[in-house]
Structure formats: C-alpha cells, structure tokens
C-alpha cells in the first residue's frame, strides 16, 4: 500500500519501470503473466511523487518484441526513455531506429530469462554501445556474479537492478561498484538484506552509482513499492546524494535532460 507520509522529491526520474499494456504480446514466464499495468495506470499512481521523466523497461513477458516498450514512450513523451531486450544478433539498423524512438539501453535478463544468454553479454553490450551509444542493465542475483564480474567489469557502461538481490551478492556487488558499475535503488521489497545498510554502502563507495526507481508495478514482488521507499532513500544518504540518486545520476546515464514540472497525462 502507498503511504502518505514522508518527504517528496521536487524531480524524481523514475529509472525503472514496467508497461504491460494488454493490447501487446505478452510471453508467459515460468508459467507467469502479469496483469495489466497501462500507461494510464502509472501516471495515476505517480501522480503526486514529483515524476518529471523515467526508464521503461522490458520485462521477461515481453521477450524481444518492442512494440509495447515504443507505444509507452510515444504516449509519455519527452523525459521518458526505453529499455530493450535484443537478441544478440539484431542487426545495427534496428538499434538505430530503436534510439531515434527512445530507446537508451539494452537489458539482459539473468535471473529470469527471457532475453539474451549471458554468454552474449559482452558481443551485445559493445554492440549497442558501439551503434548508438547505449549501456546494458543487468537483472542477476548477486551471488552470481563472481564468473561474470571480469566481463561486466570490462563493458563501456553497465547497471545492476535491484541493488543485487541478496546479501550474499553484496560484497560482489560492491567490488564491481569500485570497478565503475552503476546500481538501480529499485525492488526495495525484493531483496533479504537492510536496505539502508546497502544503499550507504553503495553511495559510500560511489554516490554517483545510485539511480533511484519504483519498479512499478512490482511484478512478482514480495512487496510492492510503497511512496515511504523515496523517503528511505532521502534519509538514509542525505540530502544532496540523495538528489542525485533520485535524478541527476540516472539522467546522466541516460543522457538526457529531465524537466522541472510534474509528467502530466496524455493530452493533459
């Protein structure tokens, strides 16, 4: 449930978000399908946290078909930016019309599936990167990391999604921080560890490495987004690493430019 209390932010980037409009295909995973969640449905329930732009990310339901992912960013507009998955063979021509849509990163899904493999995490990060300048976003369990962390390291730019997951996974997670990785403060009710602890940990090795999202709606989460994550978050880092992690470092990864004001509904 939202709560009502706690300080909002004058601009929030929301870095991580889902559409799931059932007017596109939608892929079963693990025997799983998500209800629906428009883009209607997200503004309404941003409506008063400050949103002045965000990240949409393809879900392991959406395999590699982008039609959703596009529809979204037309109907929310300027500030608003997609997160694809690609397989590692798409050719340069479509991340090219991708990037003139929107899109500004790659996603490959480790913990799901649903999307590349990881053996093609480099090929496709540098691909991507080496086309139209985009990073790559991780979803892994930390715990998985140690194989990878070489490879990940090496990439021209990359995130990790909901802070790693796990407390086992942290350490790796934090090494990998040092290293020039970018973390999502997202899923707050995802992971099984303190968030608090981890978000000082994190910030205290790179305050530029947080990029604060909702993760809306959740999808499979043990518990949802409430509004009280953003003042978590506020209070936690302080004020000034907190704007950053709730604006600044995300829309530089993203290389674009948020406004000021409220996002407002389409034709509104």
């Known amino acids: 449930m939202a709560s009502s209390s706690g300080s909002r932010p004058c601009a929030l980037f929301d870095a991580h ?50 039609s959703g ?16 998955q690609l397989p590692a063979s798409v050719p340069d021509s479509e991340i090219e019309r991708l990037d003139d849509a929107g899109v500004r990163a790659v996603r490959i899904n480790i913990r799901r599936g649903g999307s590349a493999s990881p053996t093609d995490i480099d090929t496709l990060a540098r691909k991507v990167h080496d086309v139209a300048g985009w990073h790559t976003e991780l979803y ?12 990940i390291a090496a990439l021209p730019k990359v995130s990790i999604d909901h802070l790693g997951l796990s407390v086992e996974g942290l350490p790796h997670l934090l090494r990998l921080v040092e290293r020039g990785v970018y973390v999502k403060a997202t899923g707050f009710g995802r992971v099984d560890f303190d968030v608090p602890e981890a978000l000082r940990a994190i910030a205290a090795v790179n305050p530029e490495a947080l990029m604060f999202g909702t993760d809306l709606p959740s999808t499979r989460a043990p518990r949802p ?42 034709g509104g």
């Open 17 to 66: 978000l889902h559409i799931i409009d059932p007017r596109f295909p939608l892929i079963a995973n693990h025997g799983y399908l998500p209800p629906p969640f428009t883009v209607a449905d997200y503004l309404a329930r941003v409506a008063h946290l400050g949103v002045t732009g965000g990240a949409v990310v393809s879900g392991s339901f959406h395999g590699f078909d982008p």
């Open 69 to 84: 992912l596009l529809d979204a960013l037309r109907t929310l507009g300027p500030g608003f930016v997609g997160v694809a």
């Open 140 to 151: 892994i369990d930390g715990r998985d990391l140690p194989p990878l962390a070489d490879t």
């Open 225 to 266: 987004f409430e509004d009280d994550d953003i003042a978590l978050l506020t209070e936690t880092l302080g004020p000034a690493p907190a704007a950053a992690a709730l604006r600044s470092n995300a829309a530089s990864v993203y290389r674009i430019e948020t406004g000021t004001g409220s996002v407002s509904r389409p």
